[in-house]
């Protein structure tokens, strides 16, 4: 985003530049000093969140064919994880969809492991979080929301329509119903890009600042290690409620993808 | 007054949704121990609403966070 950038030109030379909090955030190539084309007017080159986004779709990769390559009918201990993750995502399908949503198994699963294993990667010091870049959680919440499209209309028809009228209101209600139901589906690719977006940003920032603290405090001489005790406590704690909430993030994403496609699949409520 | 200063309280008031999104997590969070405490075999079904509604209470919060930032540095 642009105010993550004029935030970090600003410091970038200063004495404090490394303890910007916002310093994180910033794209930059991830290669120094090769030079990759630009096709058609658009730059190649490979930033850093680029890089971190192909690492994730590798490690996801050769991660479940690692796992899942022998097949035994007894499973390994590593092949339990990922019949474990397999389970977990059909489940949560088939409670919320029906037998009839596993035809969607592919992408939910796809859509949960590249959040999930993005935002744990994220954690490891140094990384970079791609995550926490709204346009990429904003091209995610666009391909639900027009598979939901898509589907609701494919499926449906112009009977799709239905999800903006419930049945059985008194008719002058509709002209109040109808407007409401229509924003809130209009917002709903916005809402989920936010809260992906605004969670890992916000957490990481906070992992930042306590970090700085532990800086600047130790700085000081013997009082301020001593001091620094505090902030390192938090820098942990908040590190532990930042795994729960990389896993838990990608869980709502994935759970709130399955129910809008529920709503295109049955339409009238 | 200076528009750097306003910047600053305008953002320390968007910081206010915080108390809500507060609030509300934790009437979800109270609600759901209330209601698994009386029964119990019915918690696990429910744990997923549980997050959901989890999920869109913090929403309210997050953006308020948002419009803090869009104020600092949009």
Do not use: W
């Not at chain 1, 919320?96 to 939910?108: D, Q, S």
């Not at chain 1, 704690?237 to 295109?264: G, H, K, P, R, S």
Request: charged share 10%; proline share 4%; net charge negative.
């Amino acid at each position: 985003m642009t105010f993550l950038l004029e935030s970090e030109t600003a410091d970038a030379h200063g004495s404090g530049g490394g303890l910007d909090p916002m310093h994180q955030f910033l794209i930059s190539p991830a290669f120094e000093g090769f030079e990759f084309p630009t096709v058609f007017g658009i730059d190649l080159t490979i930033t850093n969140a680029a890089y971190y986004m192909i690492i994730t779709t590798l490690v996801i990769i050769l991660g479940l064919i690692l796992m899942t390559g022998r097949g035994a009918m007894v499973p390994t201990r590593s092949q339990s994880i990922a019949e474990l993750l397999y389970g977990f995502v059909a489940d949560m399908i088939r409670g919320i969809m029906g037998e009839e949503g596993m035809k969607f198994f592919p992408y939910i699963f796809a859509l949960f492991t590249f959040i999930l294993v993005a935002n744990l990667l994220g954690l490891l010091p140094g990384a970079y979080t791609f995550t926490s870049q709204i346009i990429v959680t904003f091209a995610l919440a666009m391909i639900s929301f027009t598979l939901v499209l898509i589907t609701g209309f494919a499926k449906n028809g112009l009977g799709f329509l239905q999800l903006f009228a419930p049945k059985g209101l008194p008719f002058m209600m509709y002209f109040l119903i109808i407007p409401i139901e229509v924003i809130s589906f209009i917002s709903r690719p916005f809402s989920l890009a936010i809260r992906l977006f605004a969670n890992m940003m916000a957490g990481h920032v906070l992992l930042k600042l306590f970090g700085g603290f532990v800086i600047m405090l130790s700085g000081l001489g013997l009082v301020g290690i001593v001091g620094a005790i505090m902030p390192l406590a938090v820098a942990t704690a908040v590190t532990a409620l930042e795994l729960m909430v990389a896993f838990l993030q990608a869980y709502v994403f994935a759970v709130l993808t399955c129910i809008y496609l529920n709503d295109a699949l049955h339409p009238s409520h | 007054m200076e528009i750097e200063a306003a910047k600053q309280i305008g953002a320390g008031i968007a910081a206010i949704a915080l108390g809500g999104a507060g609030v509300g997590i934790g009437t979800i969070f109270g609600n759901y121990l209330a209601g698994a405490l009386r029964n119990p075999s019915a918690a696990q079904g429910q744990f997923t609403n549980l997050l959901i509604g989890f999920a869109l209470t913090e929403f309210t919060g997050l953006l308020g966070f948002v419009v803090a930032m869009i104020i600092l540095f949009g």
